[in-house]
């Protein structure tokens, strides 16, 4: 089945150490999305690709950067985690255009 | 204040009852889109409404799109255990952007 993988489901960190997450897909989709949901709040977009442009957005912390080396896998890199980056962190896809979004399972992110 | 406005932001529900959930936005929409959420765990496509006065339906949930008041509703009729979980709307905003709401919890008591 075609799908969005996100790995791992859950990971833990110690503040300040850099951490990557990851995010694979099978749908061929030219846009990959990285979002942060904390508790109870909206999933807040930090950036996405349309293809290999990278699109920030505008209030997204210097600390998070992205990598897409290839259509389908994304990567989110923390520079340096701090307590408050601790979140579930969502990946999504779409094909362009049409703006239906299809998510992963989330990477819950804990800081030490 | 946030664009997209959830209501209500928690819901216990006895099952077989009927529910509505609502979003309204403070920008003009250019689509609108339910997504459910189980707690921890990613979303879950679940309709999209583009034009004013449309209306779609999956199994037991309907969801309309009031242009004017920049308003959707999301109706489950006759809510089942399996309706539980986090609704969330999803806009899309003239420059192509896309805000959630924070979403509505539902609880269904069997």
């Known amino acids: 089945d075609a799908m969005v993988i996100q790995n791992p489901r859950y990971q833990v960190t110690q503040f300040g150490k850099p951490v990557t997450l990851s995010c694979s897909q099978t749908?061929?989709?030219?846009?990959m999305y990285w979002y942060q949901q904390k508790s109870s709040q909206a999933p807040k977009l930090l950036f996405h690709?349309?293809?290999?442009?990278?699109?920030n957005e505008a209030d997204t912390p210097d600390n998070f950067q992205s990598r897409r080396p290839n259509t389908s896998f994304c990567f989110l890199d923390i520079r340096s985690p701090g307590l408050g980056d601790a979140a579930m962190y969502l990946c999504?896809?779409?094909?362009?255009?049409?703006?239906?979004?299809?998510f992963g399972p989330g990477t819950r992110l804990t800081v030490t | 204040s946030q664009e997209l406005e959830q209501s209500p932001q928690s819901l216990i529900v006895q099952e077989g009852k009927n529910l509505t959930i609502n979003c309204t936005s403070s920008?003009?929409?250019?689509?609108l889109y339910w997504y459910k959420q189980k707690y921890g765990e990613g979303l879950i496509f679940l309709m999209m409404?583009?034009?004013?006065?449309e209306e779609k339906s999956h199994e037991k949930i309907t969801a309309k799109l009031d242009e004017k008041k920049q308003q959707s509703s999301l109706h489950i009729t006759a809510s089942q255990p399996s309706h539980a979980g986090i609704y969330l709307c999803?806009?899309?905003?003239?420059?192509?952007?896309?805000?959630f709401g924070a979403g509505t919890r539902l609880t269904v008591k069997p």
């Open positions: 999504a896809t779409s094909r362009w255009g049409t703006y239906e979004q299809y």
């Open positions: 749908l061929n989709h030219n846009v």
């Open positions: 690709y349309y293809d290999k442009d990278f699109n």
């Open positions: 920008k003009t929409l250019y689509g």
């Open positions: 409404l583009q034009k004013g006065g």
């Open positions: 999803g806009a899309r905003y003239n420059n192509n952007d896309m805000r």
